[in-house]
């Protein structure tokens, strides 16, 4: 199915330095993918906001956007790219941690999960060619496959059977995939599809999941159900254990991860693509990200501190306002205060991306995690 999209440039250990080639441009990995679950970032961050701060990729999510404005809305618009002005690569969250996190009540069958929409009610069937359908609509450059997230506590018997689920719900995504792309009125027929490896904190399950969907050659892998209950040491451990077994020529995906330490810990183990909403949601409540650790604006230390949020820092918010001003906007709750934390915090994350990709290209990586670890042991002061 999959072309060589995916260039491997260099390695360190296992941590991997690659170019990943779509139709909406080439993507430089270890990437960050910015989070705009309903196709826009929290905190009034708009396209051109996130084409200044060097951003790559945009995440939007099927679920909510099925939910509202709906798909066919988006379609009849010409597709995600067109409806938010965004000419870069977008990958679409398959809405299947939505469908088992938000959902409440469901029934999970063969064919697909029966749930309520969390907006109004109302009765929604997702399976896996309902999943592709809609992110056919949605015109995303990279499609998730549909699976099952089981909690990271969950009994043996019941990941097992769910992993094997999600294995048969891949081979469907893949199939529905190939035939949507084929379809005369579909906005992306080069739309490339990632498939999920689930497993909860199964060492054994995980790499055998690994190696079954390895076989089905598909255009990139994510690794599923982390950072959803587990310790950090138990997520980087399944990381070691799993990554090995998807394929080194294709792009890895970590769902979901995470802190700016996460994803140092991540690309060391093999990983090229991370999304996370703690940027923005830490931003939203005033705690920034510096290289020397994290700051909380709302404390009353910073009412006359004429300084930036980091001095050095080329983000919009750094360039021109106090943390004393910043500090001032948030306490008025004048969403100002918002947008410059959130578009501070995603100009670190994408930044901190830059300078590891920049130090995989000079074989670095290892003294540079070293350092930017050490100079944020502080994480919050």
């Keep these: ?3 060589q999209n995916y260039h491997l440039l260099k390695q360190e250990g296992r941590a991997k330095r690659g170019e990943f080639h779509t139709v909406h441009g080439v993507i430089q990995t270890p990437v960050f993918m910015n989070v705009g679950t309903v196709a826009a970032i929290k ?4 396209t051109e906001d996130l084409e200044g ?3 790559q990729v945009e995440l939007s999510n099927t679920y909510h956007l099925h939910v509202r404005p709906g798909d066919r809305i988006i379609k009849q618009l ?7 002005s965004w000419n870069k690569p977008i990958l679409t969250d398959s809405g299947g941690f939505q469908v088992f996190s938000l959902a409440g009540l469901r029934k999970i069958k063969e064919e697909g999960v029966y749930f309520n ?7 929604i069937f997702m399976g896996p060619e309902e999943s592709m359908r809609i992110q056919s609509n949605l015109a995303s450059t990279i499609a998730m496959a549909f699976d099952e997230c089981p909690s990271s506590r969950a009994d043996r ?3 097992q059977n769910s992993v094997d689920r999600t294995t048969r719900w891949l081979v469907r995504c893949r199939d529905e995939m190939a035939r949507l792309n084929c379809l005369e009125d579909t906005i992306n027929k080069k739309q490339m599809l990632f498939g999920i490896n689930q497993g909860a904190v199964f060492a054994d399950i995980r790499v055998e999941h690994a190696k079954r969907i390895a076989e089905l050659e598909l255009d990139g892998y994510a690794v599923g159900g982390l950072a959803v209950g587990e310790t950090h040491e138990e997520m980087y451990h399944i990381l070691e254990e799993a990554v090995p077994y998807l394929p080194v020529d294709k792009p890895t995906y970590l769902m979901g991860v995470g802190t700016p330490a996460n994803i140092l810990e991540g690309v060391e183990r093999g990983v ?3 999304d996370c909403v703690y940027p ?6 005033g705690h920034v990200y510096t290289n020397q650790g994290k700051l909380n604006l709302f404390n009353a230390k910073y009412e006359l501190d004429e300084r930036p949020i980091e001095e050095g820092c080329g983000c919009p918010a750094c360039r021109r306002y106090s943390r004393a001003y910043i500090r001032h906007l948030l306490k008025a709750k004048e969403m100002l205060g918002m947008r410059l934390c959130v578009l501070h915090n995603l100009y670190f994350y994408n930044t901190m991306m830059t300078e590891i990709r920049d130090a995989l290209d000079a074989g670095e990586f290892a003294a540079y995690k070293k350092r930017k670890l050490a100079g944020m042991e502080a994480e919050s002061f």
Excluded at 43 to 46: E, F, I, K
Excluded at 280 to 285: A, D, F, Y
């Design 157 to 159: 018997a019941y990941v």
């Design 280 to 285: 923005s949601r830490n931003g939203r409540h």
């Design 53 to 55: 701060i060097g951003t």
């Design 117 to 123: 929409s969390h907006i109004d009610g109302r009765k």
């Design 272 to 274: 090229d693509f991370f």
């Design 78 to 84: 010409g597709g995600l790219h067109r409806f938010m």
């Design 1 to 3: 199915m999959s072309e």
């Design 43 to 46: 905190g009034a961050v708009s």
